[in-house]
């Protein structure tokens, strides 16, 4: 069994897949969509200037990003991105020249209204008519898949992949450690199923170990079987705390280790008791998920691999790989110069596993088990060694996929107090963001009536908490705020969820049925074109986020979303407008809800409707 400090706070938890196996290209994904209509035609008229095929040109063409200064183009390519034999000592004023001079070279057409160019690019500005109704018309033809569609991901092939997060220690209380593995584990899951990989998602729980012999002592001297059925793991908790004063008894050290022996050996009566503990922290653990709106397909531990953990130790033996020290630990050499300078223990001295011996079994039996072509481990940085080592030795016992497992790190989350003090329990601070936000609710002016405002408080609570944790690199450590988290204004969840709410209400205000023939020339204003601008973007953030498994791409964009939509909701009011104009903006605000609710349900927030 792990302590906080391993796996998680222990489990708990890079680069993208390394040597992904083939698998088969995805299939068409049906009409191509908005970006990749306007990136294609850009790219057929540039392949016949630069003699290039068009399908090596539409990956250097890039949605331009919103700003403050309003870019007037939608599009640039990059000319460094194509020049051949073109060095990072480039000139700046080398580039600008052959902007210009392949500028000069295409000519504006029925999708293109104005080609310009920038610092080393060459810009496209498309029909501002076809622009706003191609992206509406894509946005809501293709609801939730919209951005998946797109020819961006028409090379990557489908792939299995097995994502193992979360992780807890049974018969002990969820640990606030586990919060970031289990929501990073559910949004690499939940992106990689939208763009249709086959995933399976484990839960590897730390359910073995020495510990359980003190636990199950301790249990034996203090337990209570009605308080284990009606708190399990407040009272396991309860009970670990007094077995641990009395410890150091040598008494009690010997009983544990005699517990821990039998549990081994599958003493009927001692395994029995373990499997009670076992039961019942899932059962809790499956709880304070559904409140994370998480879900897994397979529990396993290392509990699954005691046994198949000295078959992999025999195998080290016959391959040549294990070799004993002085005091009779098994050790793998890692080291360059076969000196020793660099090893893994993977033995006791009593010939008994360690836990990356049960980690080498469990990634064996998964790869047996699944045929995955990408494994992923999402646990926190202070386990990048371990997973290091992990690799290596199953890369040393000649298991060539070892190159296609990952591990996803992630820094800690600092300053998590509750109003009762430092916090240590999950569940103490979902229901402490919970009551703040019912609380933020009660006072706020602007607060709908809502059927359950406890399942709105739970659901904008844990957007507060997802965003705030979402919005950095995940390798990097950050000071959590209450109140920085549950602001409705700024760059918050509860921004995410306010906006969601405030453009569904627009929705049902003005009837809900679908819009079909939109006057796109309605929507001209500069407030309007800022939002198609960056509806086009989505695919390329999608994008960006499956390759290197960061969530701040897509968090980012969703925040500027909100941004634009509200500035647009100011600017160009549906109420009191001529009804073309007032459908053309429905049609506006209800594509911004739609990209906005399934980025936010791939980051594992639920969009609410009111609040």
């Keep these: 069994m792990r302590s906080a400090g391993q796996r998680g706070a222990d489990r708990a938890g890079g680069k993208r897949r390394a040597g992904a196996r083939g698998g088969a290209d995805l299939p068409p994904r049906g009409p191509v969509m908005a970006a990749c209509a306007f990136r294609r035609s850009i790219a057929a008229q540039l392949s016949k200037v630069l003699d290039l095929p068009p399908e090596n040109l539409i990956k250097s063409i890039s949605a331009v990003p919103v700003t403050k200064k309003r870019h007037v183009a939608d599009f640039q390519l990059s000319i460094a991105s194509v020049l051949e034999n073109h060095s990072g000592d480039c000139l700046a004023q080398d580039l600008q020249l052959q902007a210009q001079k392949l500028a000069e070279k295409l000519k504006c057409d029925a999708v293109v209204s104005e080609i310009s160019t920038g610092p080393g690019t060459v810009n496209f500005t498309i029909n501002r008519e076809l622009l706003a109704k191609t992206v509406l018309q894509q946005v809501l033809k293709d609801g939730s898949e919209y951005g998946i569609k797109s020819e961006l991901f ?12 979360s992780s807890p220690n049974i018969a002990k209380k969820f640990h606030i450690g586990h919060l970031r593995s289990t929501i990073i584990g559910n949004f690499i899951a939940n992106l990689k199923v939208a763009l249709g990989h086959e995933v399976t998602r484990i839960n590897y729980l730390g359910d073995w170990g020495m510990q359980f012999g003190l636990l199950g002592v301790g249990f034996q001297q203090f337990g209570d079987k009605e308080k284990l059925k009606s708190s399990p793991l407040q009272h396991l908790f309860e009970v670990y705390v007094q077995i641990n004063k009395a410890a150091e008894d040598e008494n009690i050290k010997k009983l544990a280790a005699d517990f821990f022996r039998k549990l081994e050996e599958h003493d009927e009566q001692t395994l029995s008791l373990w499997k009670q503990f076992r039961g019942f922290s899932i059962e809790e653990y499956i709880r304070i998920y559904k409140r994370l709106g998480v879900h897994f397909d397979e529990y396993s531990g290392e509990s699954f691999y005691q046994e198949k953990s000295q078959e992999v130790l025999r195998m080290l033996e016959d391959k040549g790989l294990l070799q004993k020290t ?24 009593d010939g008994t596993s360690l836990y990356i011996t049960r980690d080498l079994a469990a990634a064996i039996d998964r790869m047996n088990k699944h045929s995955c072509d990408t494994m992923i481990y ?4 202070s386990q990048n060694s371990h997973f290091q080592h992990l690799f290596q030795i199953l890369k040393l016992m000649g298991y060539d996929w070892a190159e296609r497992c990952q591990h996803v790190s992630f820094g800690l989350v600092q300053g998590m107090k509750t109003r009762r003090g430092e916090v240590i329990f999950l569940e103490d601070v979902l229901d402490e963001v919970r009551s703040r936000m ?7 002016k ?3 009536e809502v059927e359950d405002p406890m399942e709105t408080a739970e659901k904008v609570g844990l957007a507060a908490l997802i965003i705030q944790d979402f919005r950095g690199l995940l390798s990097s450590d950050y000071q959590f705020s209450w109140d920085r988290a549950l602001q409705s204004r700024g760059d918050t969840g509860v921004f995410l969820q306010y906006t969601h709410a405030r453009l569904h209400s627009l929705e049902q205000m003005h009837g809900n049925e679908q819009l079909t023939d939109v006057n796109a020339s309605c929507l001209q204003e500069p407030d309007a074109i800022s939002v198609l601008q960056h509806l086009l973007r989505y695919d390329e953030v999608l994008y960006r986020s499956s390759q290197d498994l960061q969530p701040k791409h897509i968090v980012s964009y969703l925040l500027t979303l909100c941004h634009l939509a509200a500035v647009a909701h100011k600017t160009l009011p549906v109420k009191g407008s001529a009804p073309e104009l007032a459908q053309a903006r429905l049609s506006l605000f209800r594509a911004a809800r739609s990209v906005l609710a399934s980025g936010m349900k791939l980051l594992g ?7």
Excluded: C, H
């Design 438 to 444: 019912l609380q933020n609710m009660a006072s706020a």
């Design 154 to 165: 028409s090379l990557v092939p489908r792939q299995k992949a097995v994502i193992e997060f």
């Design 446 to 448: 602007t607060t709908k």
């Design 326 to 349: 002085i005091k009779g630990t098994g050790v793998v050499d890692l080291s360059e110069k076969k000196d020793l300078s660099l090893y893994s223990t993977v033995m006791r001295s």
């Design 605 to 611: 927030i639920t969009p609410v409707t009111r609040m």
């Design 378 to 381: 999402v646990t926190d940085k």
